[in-house]
């Protein structure tokens, strides 16, 4: 149930249109190949998604906050094209060209960051 206040009006937007952008999992999709610019700089899922933008899930504590994001890419953004789902615990840093694809956990359970590199492939890779 929608309410309008006071002259205002409603509008759906479709999801292939509008990108929210709340936490930096969202921040990493959005700036990957996952979503490309279109001629009207509107940011859209790429076709080759099929509707499905990837699921991200950074780890909370290192993650949270755009700073420790960028500390994540300082290679650029991993490629998210045919990812499906990223979860990433721990300190990890992505080389460049890194290729995300299918469903991709990557672990580092100490307290130095590691880096990732190549294509990852439907894994569960503990650094």
Known sequence: QRRVHGGSTTMAVPRTRFAPVKTCNDLLALRSDAYVTTEDCRMELHPDCKGTPPVVDLDGK?????????????????????????????????????????????????????????????????L
């Not at 994540?72 to 300190?91: A, D, F, R, T, Y």
């Not at 460049?96 to 890779?125: F, H, M, R």
């Open 62 to 126: 290192l993650y949270k906050m755009v700073d420790g994001l960028e500390s994540m890419i300082p290679n650029g953004v991993p490629s998210l094209l045919k990812c499906k789902s990223l979860v990433v615990k721990g300190p990890v840093v992505f080389g460049p060209g890194v290729v995300i694809e299918g469903q991709v956990k990557i672990t580092n359970s100490s307290a130095e960051p590691k880096t990732v590199t190549g294509t990852l492939t439907d894994t569960e890779v503990n």
